[in-house]
């Protein structure tokens, strides 16, 4: 035999030629997303976007139908309402909410957050209904704003009540 024969490479078949174009297509990496992936990302994307909305009007925001007497504070962030942060009455604010107990000229009120707020009325303490009233008039169970001040110990020196 003669060593110094030359074997040149052949042309693959067409069938051949198809054969390596799919090893080849098989071999190369996948792609990890498509449409439907790409949709269902959205889609969670949105959800948790609300859900974190949701949660974040919860705990700092206020509602917007909040009725037009809600007193002063409301909407602050959770625990604070009319009170600050010491849970003592912001001064010069109101207080809203319904007679518990009415001792002389000291009125406790309940407000909606459930807690009790002490008011001391005095002679100047102007108490109005849809007509004038007095201390006399105000019982418990009776709706009230109160505005005025309060002291170092969380009493309200009030300088108007409003009933009903």
């Known amino acids: 035999m003669n060593d110094d024969t030359e074997v040149l490479p052949r042309t693959p078949t067409e069938a051949e030629h198809e054969d390596l174009n ?11 997303w498509n449409h439907t992936t790409l949709v269902l990302a959205g889609v969670v994307l949105l959800v948790a976007g609300f859900a974190g909305g949701a949660q974040v009007q919860k705990h700092w925001g206020s509602s917007s139908s909040a009725p037009a007497s809600a007193p002063v504070g409301a909407g602050m962030p959770s625990g604070m309402g009319e009170f ?14 319904t007679i518990s107990r009415v001792d002389g000229n000291i009125v406790y009120v309940t407000t909606a957050a459930g807690e009790t707020v002490t008011v001391r009325a005095s002679e100047t303490t102007t108490v109005s ?4 009233a007095t201390m006399a008039d105000l019982t418990a169970g009776l709706t009230i704003t109160v505005q005025g001040v309060a002291d170092s110990e969380g009493v309200v020196t009030a300088t108007a009540i409003t009933a009903g």
């Open 22 to 32: 799919s090893a080849i297509a098989h071999a190369a990496p996948k792609r990890w």
């Open 84 to 97: 600050g942060q010491n849970r003592q009455p912001i001064p010069g604010s109101a207080t809203a909410g």
């Open 129 to 132: 209904r849809s007509t004038a």
